[in-house]
């Protein structure tokens, strides 16, 4: 069974730029999260998606965004980027809504951005 | 909203030492604890989980944690580490809505 795969897996991108980063779920999974994970911010949360509706959001400016597709696969945008959003982007699904609904998000090996 | 607290970024010990990595989480609600490891350049894995019941949790890899409710506390023990288990470590707290992840120990196994 396929797991989470993200791509691109790295990208690097100058300020200014827009970039979109793409989740694909394990099969069956309907919920896919997002985290920005930086080493002095630790893990934060961005937003998780249901059935194509966003479910809920971490405390991120607008140029942050997300959708997702009747077959669960979900994007990621980030506009007008800052040095600041040089990161490692994970994307999680699990089987039902809500975060840990089940005990587990199961973790693709993330996209690292980086901005110049 | 709850927290997670992981009291330690950095824990070196030598291989076949035990080691306990810290967590305490504070929340108004009941929750759901986890512990999940990232090995370099990969994503996270979930190493075990506390959703109810008995208090002392195993994992994978020959973990455990205890859940200690008065002391919001969900510690992660391991009694002999091996070189492999060098990686991060986060500890979670979900209420079943919204899940908050620890800053993460850095375990480091010396030979």
Redesign the interface.
Known sequence: KAG?TQTPRYLIKTRGQQVTLSCSPISGHRSV?W?QQTPGQ??Q?LFEYFSETQR?KGNFPGRFSGRQFSNSRSEMNVSTLELGDSALY?C?SSWGP????T???F????SRLTVL | AQSVTQLDSQVPVFEEAPVELRCNYSSSVSVYLFWYVQYPNQGLQLLLKYLSGSTLVKGINGFEAEFNKSQTSFHLRKPSVHISDTAEYFCAVSNNNDMRFGAGTRLTVKP
Not at chain 1, 98 to 101: D, F, N, S, T
Not at chain 1, 107 to 110: D, I, V
């Open positions: 989470v999260s985290y630790g893990l949360f809920n994970l999680a809500g975060q840990g609904l005990g587990e998000l973790f693709g090996e993330g």
